[in-house]
Antibody
Framework: EVQLVESGGGLVEPGRSLRLSCAAS????????MHWVRQAPGKGLEWVSG????????GYADSVKGRFTISRDNAKNSLYLQMNSLRAEDTALYYC????????????WGQGTTVTVSS | QSALTQPPSASGSPGQSVTISCTGT?????????VSWYQHHPGKAPKLIIY???KRPSGVPDRFSGSKSGNTASLTVSGLQAEDEADYYC???????????FGGGTKLTVL
């Protein structure tokens, strides 16, 4: 079964850091680009960051550029999101998602991990 | 990098068709064929229903179809069913720096 499982969310104070992880199984992880997408409470989906199969192409939403870093370890079938200088507006449910195949479309999603930034 | 523009709501009766628009710019929707659509029921993970403007993943009914003209993409849901009631989001490739952008979402109500 193709599956993505996010972890690492939690309650964190403004200005602090958090690292999200996404464990992939059931498919050849290294063959696909991956993405992070978030949904703030009561808001729509927001694309956060994406990374190509071998990390050669990486992109970020303007709202997180310079603060978040995406990475992957194909040997460990894992995707990561290092989030620094967190702000209240980063509070959201964070989804890990698999790309169809360099189509910038996401066909497999995890259930998400919640990040709450508050003092 | 601005979100793509979608109408906040749409509605139709069972059996009818409804079309949801998604307007961007030449830097995203209009410039590439990488437009996708997602169905999102509250409390569940989003589901891909259209990718590369017109393609349907395996298992998605052919009642869902996509198109694009200029900077505007569209999703048409034909033969509306009660289970189609959900939030729908468009997304597009937005260039080598940003990679992706979503629309604000459209809440589809089946009357």
């Amino acid at each position: 079964e193709v599956q993505l499982v996010e972890s690492g969310g939690g309650l964190v104070e403004p200005g602090r850091s958090l690292r999200l992880s996404c464990a992939a199984s059931g498919f050849n992880f290294g063959d696909y680009a991956m993405h992070w997408v978030r949904q703030a409470p009561g808001k729509g989906l927001e694309w956060v960051s994406g990374i190509s199969r071998y990390s050669g192409r990486i992109g970020y939403a303007d709202s997180v550029k310079g603060r978040f870093t995406i990475s992957r370890d194909n040997a460990k079938n894992s995707l990561y999101l290092q989030m620094n200088s967190l702000r209240a507006e980063d509070t959201a449910l964070y989804y890990c998602a698999k790309d169809v195949y360099d189509s910038y479309a996401m066909d497999v999603w995890g259930q998400g991990t919640t990040v709450t930034v508050s003092s | 990098q601005s979100a793509l523009t979608q109408p906040p709501s749409a509605s139709g009766s069972p059996g009818q068709s409804v079309t949801i628009s998604c307007t961007g710019t030449s830097g995203d929707v209009g410039g590439y064929h990488y437009v996708s659509w997602y169905q999102h029921h509250p409390g569940k993970a989003p589901k891909l229903i259209i990718y590369e403007i017109t393609k349907r993943p395996s298992g998605v009914p052919d009642r869902f179809s996509g198109s694009k003209s200029g900077n505007t993409a569209s999703l048409t849901v034909s033969g509306l069913q009660a289970e189609d009631e959900a939030d729908y989001y468009c997304s597009s490739y937005a260039g080598s720096n940003n990679l992706g952008v979503f629309g604000g979402g459209t809440k589809l109500t089946v009357l």
